[in-house]
Each structure stands twice: as C-alpha cells, then as structure tokens.
C-alpha cells in the first residue's frame, strides 16, 4: 500500500547544529508534502510544506528538499535551538483529496 | 494565524460511558475536519474526514456507530466515541483547512484531547 516513513526513528543533535531529518515516500502520484512539528502533548504544527513540482523551498531557519527520483523529502533545520525539540512528522497529500498521509515520525533532541 | 480549538484536552471516563469532543476552528470557516487518533510513540491515524452538512466519511477499520462525528456548522465538528473501553485510550486530534484557501493550504490542528478510558 501506499506510506510516508522515515529513516531514523531518534536523532540527537548538539545545540547550534544543523540538523537534518528524513522521509521515504511510495506514492509518487503525491501532489506536495508538509513538514509538521509535534511537542509533547500538543497537535501538529505547520512547519514548510513542498509542491511536488520543486525540490527546494527555505523559510526561517528550515529547508525542505525534494528528490522526486528516489521518492525522498527531508527537513533541514540550521542553528538548532532547544526549542527545536520535537516530534517531525512528514505528511503527503494530492489536489483534490483533501486527506493527508503520515509518516512515522523522528523524535529530534537538541543537546544543550 | 489559523486557530482549531479543541475541547476538551484531557478526560477521564469509565469503560462502557461516552465521551465528546469538539473541534473549532476559531477564525475561519472549514467545511471539512479531520479526526486522526494517535497511539504512544506513533503517527495519526486518519480515522475520518467530517463534512458539514452530510455524513461523515470514515476509513476503513473505523467502525462508525462507535465514532459518531457530528458538523453542524462550518466551525464545529464534535467527535463522540460511544461505549468507550480502554482500548479507545489515545490521543485525538482534529484539524482543518480554510475553506476558503487553496486546497493544498495547510492543516491547521488542534491540540489534542487525551482520552483515558478505566
């Protein structure tokens, strides 16, 4: 069937690092993908998301990149913060399916 | 930016009770919402998809009569999980997208609601 996952399942990161975290995805049918952050208790929030028709996209701090080839998207976060810390989810979606699909999840810990 | 409020964000109910849930979207419109339940150390699990208006459009493995989801008005859907058991423990959350945005807008999600069933 079709799945979003990731390849590391922890990653710990020193403080002012750059951090980078993966996702694997099947279906190559997706339209864009999202990147979401998860504290502890809390739901899902918006990072960056990507349209399946670029391979790069910046905001503040954090860089998504797309390879569509081998179905791969990560998230690059630079100077890592403590705040940081956090569950990452990638999630994929179509235009005109409103659904999105999750990945598994990296649980990133930013050493002080 | 874009707010879902969810309430509430824990409760506590014995096995064979019904617990509500509500899901607003405080500042914009949302003809659809999604309940995803989530498990410890797990993803969301889209459970269903909530359509103002009409029935609600479940996944498959999620049984209906037991997940009853309600949208009345384009800010409220309410997710009532009838007959609670333990097993319905987890962490549910709902989200939804400006209607009047772009379909590849972002999900706004809420907070959650920490369901424990004893």
């Known amino acids: 069937g079709e799945s979003v996952g990731l390849h590391l399942p922890t990653l710990s990161v020193q403080e002012g690092d750059n951090s980078i975290i993966n996702c694997a995805y099947s279906n190559s049918a997706s339209d864009y993908f999202i990147w979401y952050k998860q504290e502890s208790g809390k739901g899902p929030q918006f990072i960056i998301d990507i349209r399946s028709n670029m391979d790069k996209r910046q905001g503040q701090r954090v860089t998504v990149l797309l390879n569509k080839t081998v179905k791969h998207l990560s998230l690059q976060i630079a100077a890592t913060q403590p705040g940081d810390s956090a569950v990452y989810f990638c999630?994929?979606?179509?235009?005109?399916?409103?659904?999105?699909?999750f990945g598994t999840g990296t649980r990133l810990t930013i050493i002080p | 930016g874009a707010v879902v409020s969810q309430h509430p964000s824990r409760v506590i109910c014995k096995s064979g009770t019904s617990v509500k849930i509500e899901c607003r979207s405080l500042d914009f419109q949302a003809t659809t919402m999604f309940w995803y339940r989530q498990f410890p150390k797990q993803s969301l699990m889209l459970m269903a998809t909530s359509n103002e208006g009409s029935k609600a459009t479940y996944e498959q493995g999620v049984e209906k009569d037991k997940f009853l989801i309600n949208h009345a008005s384009l800010t409220l859907s309410t997710l009532t999980v009838t007959s609670a058991h333990p097993e319905d423990s987890s962490f549910y959350i709902c989200s939804a997208r400006d209607t009047g945005r772009t379909v590849d807008s972002p999900l706004h999600f809420g907070n959650g609601t920490r369901l424990t069933v004893t």
């Open positions: 999630a994929e979606g179509r235009f005109g399916n409103e659904k999105l699909t």
